[in-house]
Each structure stands twice: as structure tokens, then as C-alpha cells.
């Protein structure tokens, strides 16, 4: 067991053929794959930009001023950079996968006009939409300066994490009616 533990891709596959096995045990085998599986793929792909995104705001940005000044390196340079990689195409891929998952079970007009029977899940699109776009447009961008990827004078580079981090900080309020209004829209609530 510890052998596939010490390597994220085969705690992954691990993971993807435990799935298999339960699906075929204990659920409908392969049937309704296509849809179930877009839902499952969007579901994993927005854990992983939420989870992320969280951990920015939760974690990393209340903790950077704790961080002795010779340690910041290790998270400027290494695990923001990575864990921005993620998050930036986290975002994508949620944003892709809910369109086609919407498409798919023949709501995504109804949702992206606000139409009933589709607001709730519209209103959490949107929003969702909107965040994607602050990831890749105002988050990445400004964190490449602040970083060091982009060299930058030093006020330009106080700047620019000042507005990811704001962005960030927007990303994390919106995110909150985006989540509550993902799930209600299929149990009924708002």
C-alpha cells in the first residue's frame, strides 16, 4: 500500500479504479457514464480551484507575514508557483465541464439567460464565470509580478500582490453564493 501512497499518480489511479470498482459492485456499472462522469469530473476539477482558492485565503496569505523572511522563498518560489499552475487551470477545466454539463442535460441557455427553470444554478454560472476571469486576467497576471516570474520595480510588484491578493479575496466572497447556489439548484433551495 505505501508504494502506491509515495506517488500522486498512483494514489490518483488508485483512487479512479476504487471508483470503477464501486460503480460495478454497487451501482449501474457503466450506465449513464457520460453524464455522471462530466458531473463527477466538474465536481473534482471545482474541488480542486475552490480547495485552492481557499487555501490561498485560509492559509498561505494569513501566514506569509509569520514566515521568517529567509523562508518566503520556499513559497515564492516554489509551492505558489505550483500550487497557482493548478489552481489557474483548476479554474478552466470547471468552467469547461459545467458548460458541457450543462449543455448535456439541455439547461445551459436557460441558466446563462437566468430563465427559469434553470436562475439558481445560472446565478452560480455566472458567478463562477466571473471568478475564472479574475483567476486568468487579474489573479495569474498580477501574481507573476509579484512572484518574480515577470521582473518588476519593487513598488510595481508591492502593487500587483496587493490587487491579486484583493481579487483573491473577491474570488473567495463570490464564491460562497456560487457554491450554495451549485447545490440548490438540484435540491430545491432559492
Known amino acids: 500500500m505505501s508504494i502506491i501512497l509515495q506517488s500522486l ?12 470498482i464501486v460503480l460495478f459492485a454497487f451501482g449501474t456499472g457503466l450506465a449513464h457514464t457520460h453524464i455522471i462522469g462530466m458531473r463527477w469530473l466538474h465536481v473534482m476539477c471545482g474541488v480542486m480551484w475552490i480547495g485552492l482558492l481557499w487555501y490561498f485565503n485560509f492559509v498561505q496569505i494569513p501566514s506569509m507575514p509569520k514566515i521568517p523572511d529567509e523562508q518566503k ?13 493548478w489552481f489557474r487551470w483548476a479554474a478552466l477545466a470547471t468552467v469547461v465541464t459545467g458548460l458541457l454539463l450543462a449543455q448535456a442535460n439541455g439547461y445551459l441557455v436557460q441558466a446563462l439567460t437566468l430563465a427559469d427553470p434553470a436562475r439558481t444554478i445560472g446565478i452560480g454560472m455566472w458567478l ?3 471568478m475564472a476571469f ?8 498580477n501574481q507573476k509580478k509579484a512572484l518574480g516570474i515577470i521582473v518588476v520595480e519593487a513598488a510595481e510588484k508591492a502593487k500587483a500582490a496587493r490587487m491579486a491578493m484583493l481579487t483573491s479575496r473577491i474570488n473567495t466572497l463570490l464564491s460562497i453564493t456560487m457554491l450554495y447556489c451549485m447545490v440548490a439548484q438540484q435540491n430545491g433551495g432559492l
Open 9 to 20: 499518480g498512483r494514489t490518483v489511479a488508485a483512487g479512479i479504479v476504487l471508483l470503477v
Open 73 to 85: 522563498p520556499a513559497i515564492s518560489k516554489v509551492i505558489a508557483p505550483a500550487a497557482l499552475f
Open 128 to 130: 463562477a464565470l466571473v
Open 134 to 141: 479574475n483567476v486568468w486576467f487579474i489573479i495569474w497576471p
